[in-house]
């Protein structure tokens, strides 16, 4: 699920969450956040700056051994740096505020303390807020004002719009289960649903008329019948933050901001004020899409119109290619009969040509072909003379090769023969006087 809001979280730690709406798997969990404000003396010397790293760093070390789900810096200024830290219970929580509350931090190269100061209760709204801000519109008892001019309608911010929607509202926030999912605090009244996306008239385009993008998020108003049931509600939503159950036990959470309505959004002079601009919305918009579909049949006619002119033209188009086409086959009619009586003439007058010279070209050609025929019977003695002339080289050559061969064969028998004298005499014990001189392969014979 994609939500600017909306984190995973991988257990519901040690807080037990309470049911919210449980045919849709919501719960409420406390939101364990803090405020953390780090007083920043005032720098005497120029050029030392504060690193925001190294403060977090500091305060990540003084927490040990609990841990920050998530530390960031929210607001920082010359006097002092505001960060926020989550956890993943309000023991937690609770045990960090102890431990930071009070204490100093000393920064490397800095010689002023830095006092540290934890805030646990957040932006939510008090009892006395509210009793305050109706008072001063003259209402100082919950029966002495009207529904929605009086505290009994809370303002939820952040709302996932998936998670309040039915199968039968597109995919968009349904009344009936807002109203069932805050009804455990108290008997509900009405219901109010706003989407901060700004309305803006439905976009035309060629293709018709679409409906804007809706946000992902948007707030809801409940006004409760009693007084008691609306401080039930605004003390129970106090720092909570809203948990579903996805499909594998996988948890989505999503941070919603609670206050009570300081508008009159559920007072009945909103309601009919809403009413009307709803009506001079849809009157626009009834007028847009008037606008529209004339725009629309206008477009159509100037379309057939132009269809129609295309088809006029398209027809000139195609009778004047078959104009053309028609001339252009009379002139190639009449040019073929043309080239046909020049073939004509051609044909008879290289016939005679021919005859003539048919006549004198026998005999030449009778002559060449006895010169040819000489020619030919000459290259070919000499063929022949050239070829008894090589058969008799290699013949040659073939001769002396086979008389070398034997004279290398008698030298070697030669050899043979003495060495097996000189061995026979070694043998027997006589001595040689002389020695034999036996030629080698290399000696010519």
Same mark, same amino acid.
């Given at each position: 699920?994609?939500?600017?809001?909306?984190?995973?979280?991988?257990?519901?730690?040690?807080?037990?969450?309470?049911?919210?709406?449980?045919?849709?798997?919501?719960?409420?969990?406390?939101?364990?956040?803090?405020?953390?404000?780090?007083?920043?003396?005032?720098?005497?010397?120029?050029?030392?700056?504060?690193?925001?790293?190294?403060?977090?760093?500091?305060?990540?070390?003084?927490?040990?051994?609990?841990?920050?789900?998530?530390?960031?810096?929210?607001?920082?200024?010359?006097?002092?740096?505001?960060?926020?830290?989550?956890?993943?219970?309000?023991?937690?929580?609770?045990?960090?505020?102890?431990?930071?509350?009070?204490?100093?931090?000393?920064?490397?190269?800095?010689?002023?303390?830095?006092?540290?100061?934890?805030?646990?209760?957040?932006?939510?709204?008090?009892?006395?807020?509210?009793?305050?801000?109706?008072?001063?519109?003259?209402?100082?008892?919950?029966?002495?004002?009207?529904?929605?001019?009086?505290?009994?309608?809370?303002?939820?911010?952040?709302?996932?719009?998936?998670?309040?929607?039915?199968?039968?509202?597109?995919?968009?926030?349904?009344?009936?289960?807002?109203?069932?999912?805050?009804?455990?605090?108290?008997?509900?009244?009405?219901?109010?649903?706003?989407?901060?996306?700004?309305?803006?008239?439905?976009?035309?385009?060629?293709?018709?008329?679409?409906?804007?993008?809706?946000?992902?998020?948007?707030?809801?108003?409940?006004?409760?019948?009693?007084?008691?049931?609306?401080?039930?509600?605004?003390?129970?939503?106090?720092?909570?933050?809203?948990?579903?159950?996805?499909?594998?036990?996988?948890?989505?959470?999503?941070?919603?901001?609670?206050?009570?309505?300081?508008?009159?959004?559920?007072?009945?002079?909103?309601?009919?004020? %809403? =009413?009307? !601009?709803?009506?001079?919305?849809?009157? /626009?918009? #009834? @007028?847009?899409? &008037? +606008?529209?579909?004339? *725009?629309?049949?206008?477009?159509?006619?100037?379309?057939?119109?132009?269809?129609?002119?295309?088809?006029?033209?398209?027809?000139?188009?195609?009778?004047?290619?078959?104009?053309?086409?028609?001339?252009?086959?009379?002139?190639?009619?009449?040019?073929?009969?043309?080239?046909?009586?020049?073939?004509?003439?051609?044909?008879?007058?290289?016939?005679?040509?021919?005859?003539?010279?048919?006549?004198?070209?026998?005999?030449?050609?009778?002559?060449?072909?006895?010169?040819? %025929? =000489?020619? !030919?019977?000459?290259?070919?003695?000499? /063929?022949? #003379? @050239?070829?008894? &002339? +090589?058969?008799?080289? *290699?013949?040659?050559?073939?001769?002396?090769?086979?008389?070398?061969?034997?004279?290398?064969?008698?030298?070697?028998?030669?050899?043979?023969?003495?060495?097996?004298?000189?061995?026979?005499?070694?043998?027997?014990?006589?001595?040689?006087?002389?020695?034999?001189?036996?030629?080698?392969?290399?000696?010519?014979?």
């Amino acid at each position: 699920l994609r939500l600017r809001t909306v984190k995973y979280c991988s257990a519901m730690a040690d807080d037990v969450p309470l049911v919210l709406y449980h045919p849709a798997g919501l719960f409420l969990k406390a939101d364990a956040k803090i405020t953390i404000l780090v007083k920043i003396p005032e720098i005497k010397v120029f050029g030392v700056t504060i690193s925001n790293w190294e403060v977090m760093e500091k305060l990540k070390g003084l927490s040990k051994p609990e841990e920050f789900l998530n530390l960031r810096v929210v607001n920082y200024s010359r006097e002092r740096i505001v960060f926020e830290g989550e956890f993943e219970s309000l023991r937690a929580m609770r045990k960090v505020a102890l431990l930071l509350n009070g204490k100093v931090i000393k920064l490397s190269g800095f010689s002023d303390l830095l006092k540290v100061r934890v805030k646990q209760d957040g932006d939510s709204p008090v009892k006395q807020e509210w009793e305050d801000h109706f008072a001063d519109r003259g209402v100082d008892a919950f029966d002495e004002g009207k529904p929605g001019e009086r505290p009994d309608t809370i303002r939820i911010q952040g709302l996932p719009v998936k998670w309040f929607a039915s199968k039968t509202s597109n995919e968009q926030p349904c009344p009936r289960v807002l109203t069932q999912a805050f009804q455990k605090f108290g008997r509900v009244r009405q219901v109010g649903i706003y989407d901060p996306t700004p309305c803006q008239p439905k976009s035309f385009s060629a293709f018709g008329p679409g409906a804007n993008a809706r946000s992902l998020h948007f707030e809801g108003y409940i006004q409760y019948e009693k007084y008691s049931a609306f401080c039930n509600a605004m003390s129970s939503l106090k720092g909570m933050k809203i948990i579903r159950l996805e499909d594998g036990g996988k948890e989505v959470v999503a941070k919603i901001t609670v206050d009570f309505d300081r508008t009159g959004f559920l007072s009945e002079r909103s309601i009919r004020k %809403r =009413r009307h !601009a709803e009506e001079r919305r849809r009157q /626009e918009q #009834e @007028e847009l899409e &008037r +606008r529209w579909e004339a *725009e629309q049949r206008d477009e159509e006619l100037k379309r057939q119109e132009t269809l129609k002119a295309r088809e006029e033209l398209k027809a000139q188009k195609k009778a004047r290619k078959l104009e053309e086409r028609r001339k252009r086959k009379e002139q190639q009619a009449v040019f073929a009969a043309r080239l046909k009586a020049i073939a004509v003439r051609r044909r008879e007058e290289a016939q005679r040509l021919l005859s003539v010279l048919l006549a004198g070209a026998a005999e030449a050609r009778y002559q060449q072909e006895e010169q040819e %025929r =000489r020619e !030919a019977l000459a290259l070919q003695q000499r /063929e022949e #003379e @050239e070829q008894r &002339r +090589r058969e008799k080289l *290699e013949a040659e050559a073939g001769l002396r090769d086979k008389l070398l061969k034997n004279v290398q064969e008698l030298e070697r028998r030669k050899t043979e023969v003495q060495r097996e004298l000189l061995l026979r005499s070694l043998s027997s014990g006589t001595q040689l006087r002389s020695a034999v001189v036996v030629p080698t392969d290399k000696e010519e014979p």
